[in-house]
């Protein structure tokens, strides 16, 4: 069964220092992983994904993410942290067998202190 | 273009009343989800559907009928609404086999059911 686990529901960090977001996943086969944002109020918006290829992913707003398939993990990290960073992330994985199921994390919430 | 827009925004039921949320889309994207938010729980899947006329439960369908009788379009009905379904409501759609998969989301629908 897929499943994904995001480990911390808080995460806090001061402006300009760098910022990690964990995300360890489980699925049959070869995974596709996403990460999508929600800021306040908001539906949820597409930051970045891994369907295949390099490990190091870049996105939007300055955002990346390694994939690990030994730790099975897909971390979301940006080099220096922003107040309009503070938002609610989402992990979210698929697995490219068929089928079109998306398992979404709990959340992680990401304050950025000015 | 709009992207994915639902309505409404807000609503409040009482207890064993009944409302339909719609969802249209303008990206004729196939496939289109309800989801559920709730605070800590992340996102939980209600009804899918991967085409026009096709419709499939999800991980959380009871209380809940969908249907999809335009592409663009997608309804979710709530027949006897009860407290538990409380929630915000995401509607999102995605493309064919073969793109990129990710999800784009409308604003939400918050509703209350008292």
């Known amino acids: 069964a897929q499943s994904v686990a995001q480990p911390e529901d808080q995460v806090n960090v001061a402006e300009g220092n760098p910022l990690t977001v964990k995300c360890t996943y489980s699925?049959?086969?070869?995974?596709?992983l996403f990460w999508y944002v929600q800021y306040p109020n908001r539906g949820l918006q597409f930051l970045l994904k891994y369907i295949t290829g390099d490990n190091l992913v870049k996105g939007s707003y300055g955002f990346e993410a390694e994939f690990n398939k030994s730790q099975t993990s897909f971390h979301l990290k940006k080099p220096s942290a922003l107040v309009s960073d503070s938002a609610l992330y989402f992990c979210a994985v698929r697995a490219n067998t068929g089928g079109f199921k998306t398992i979404f994390g709990a959340g992680t919430r990401l304050f950025v202190k000015a | 273009n709009a992207g994915v827009t639902q309505t409404p925004k807000f609503r409040v039921l009482k207890t064993g009343q009944s409302m339909t949320l719609l969802c249209a889309q303008d990206m004729n994207h196939e496939y289109m989800y309800w989801y559920r938010q709730d605070p800590g729980m992340g996102l939980r899947l209600i009804h899918y559907s991967v085409g026009e006329g096709t419709t499939a439960k999800g991980e959380v369908p009871d209380g809940y009928n969908v249907s999809r009788l335009k592409k663009q379009n997608f309804l979710l009905g709530l027949e006897s609404a009860a407290p538990s379904q409380t929630s915000v409501y995401f509607c999102?759609?995605?493309?064919?086999?073969?793109?990129?998969?990710?999800?784009?989301f409308g604003p939400g629908t918050r509703l209350t059911v008292t």
């Open positions: 699925v049959s086969g070869n995974p596709y």
């Open positions: 999102a759609s995605s493309g064919l086999a073969g793109s990129s998969y990710e999800q784009y």
